[in-house]
């Protein structure tokens, strides 16, 4: 009985401490994220810091367009744009903190983000990648840059964090159920346990 006491506890107390914890997301820089996809470009042109556009990239490691897209960064939009704007880079594929973080992103501005590279200047987002976006990756850059109110999704979801607080209930519903499964499961096995020691 001792044994199906400890049971219990373990299966309702360990998917509440694993849940609660609260997870934290991993980004790169460009610089970091070129040498992760062994991608050279000459970054002399290219500055981090304040008043520059947020480029968040959400990638796969290895996927293709992604690859692209880090290439056209490196090799173009660093020549042109490299004082205007950062790129900060989520690897989701191997990254479930940060595959989250894409999701809610993406229910955040209304988007389906079902595949990689997705890309967010502002209030403007990319599916996908192909040479024909330059243009308007460039128009969001320079839009942005120019604005007097500089949008930020990571900041906007903070300060207004109506989409996150969905995503949170969600991922409690989910422990909820859990619990209640588990917590039946265990029943069944002490009723059986029982029933077979009378």
Not at 8 to 20: G, S
Not at 38 to 60: A, C, M, T
Request: proline share 2%.
């Amino acid at each position: 009985m001792k044994k199906i006491i400890t049971f219990l506890l373990l299966v309702l107390l360990v998917p509440t401490m694993v849940f609660a914890e609260e997870q934290k997301y991993t980004s790169q820089t460009l610089e970091e994220a070129l040498k992760s996809e062994e991608i050279k470009g000459d970054l002399s042109k290219y500055n981090e810091g304040e008043n520059k556009v947020p480029i968040y990239l959400f990638r796969g490691q290895g996927c293709s367009h992604c690859h692209e897209f880090l290439e056209y960064v490196a090799s173009d939009l660093v020549k042109e744009y490299g004082d205007k704007f950062e790129l900060i880079s989520f690897e989701v594929w191997n990254n479930k903190t940060n595959s989250d973080l894409m999701e809610s992103v993406s229910k955040y501005l209304n988007d389906d983000a079902s595949g990689v590279p997705y890309i967010v200047i502002g209030d403007k987002s990319f599916n996908g990648y192909a040479e024909s976006m330059n243009e308007e990756i460039k128009t969001a850059i320079t839009d942005l840059y120019n604005a007097e109110e500089k949008y930020d999704i990571l900041t906007e979801m903070k300060e207004h964090p109506e989409a996150k607080k969905q995503t949170k209930k969600q991922d409690s519903t989910s422990v909820v159920v859990f619990v209640i499964f588990a917590t039946i499961a265990v029943i069944a096995l002490v009723v059986n346990s029982v029933k077979k020691n009378s």
